[in-house]
Every structure is written in C-alpha cells, then in structure tokens.
Nanobody
C-alpha cells in the first residue's frame, strides 16, 4: 500500500521560509520522477518543482531562485525548501509521482 504524506506547511509572513517534507511508505522513488504541485483556491493545480531519478530538477518560473527540491539518500523522503515566500505562494501543496498516479493528501501553506 503506497502512501505519500506531506508535512511542514503552516502560516508565515511574507519573506519567511518553510520546508515541506513528503514521506513515502510502501514505495521507494529511487527510479522515479517526483514532484511538488500546488493548488490555490479558484486555480488549477500547477507544477511547482520536479526532480528526476538522476537528480535533474525543474521549477516553475515563479519559484526559481526561491524554492529548492531535494530528496534524501534513501529516496523515501522528498523535500521542498521554500524561502522568500510571497502571498501568491499560498496554496495547498502536494507531492506526487504523476506517472504512477500517487498523490499525497496535501499540506496548506499560507503566506500573509
């Protein structure tokens, strides 16, 4: 049974930082591309960042230079370090393996 569980969300002031974690169970994403996605109220879900099995990373333009995706050496925890947060970063953040259809339940990030 595969589970992805996000944590680390919360409320911060603009300019602050948060680090999201995504713990995987029943699943090791060593050979998979993983990603962080977000959905703000009234908006469609969008890709924030991805990391491929060889470590190549991508970011949506609005977070480049502010967010960093990473994973631990055991490939069971995915991270998203978010700095210089803006109000427009407010959303529910999800980790996912889109290709396999694995999604976490999401964690709320609110920037005021």
């Amino acid at each position: 049974h595969v589970q992805l569980v996000e944590s680390g969300g919360g409320s911060v002031q603009a300019g602050g930082s948060l680090k999201l974690s995504c713990a995987a169970s029943g699943y090791n994403f060593r050979n998979c591309q993983m990603g962080w996605y977000r959905q703000a109220p009234g908006n469609e879900r969008e890709m924030v960042s991805t990391i491929s099995k060889d470590g190549t990373t991508t970011y949506t333009d609005s977070v480049k230079g502010r967010f960093t995706i990473s994973q631990d050496n055991t490939k069971v925890t995915l991270y998203l370090n978010m700095t210089s947060l803006k109000s427009e970063d407010t959303a529910v953040y999800y980790c996912a393996n889109v290709g396999l259809g694995y999604w976490g339940q999401g964690t709320q990030v609110t920037v005021s």
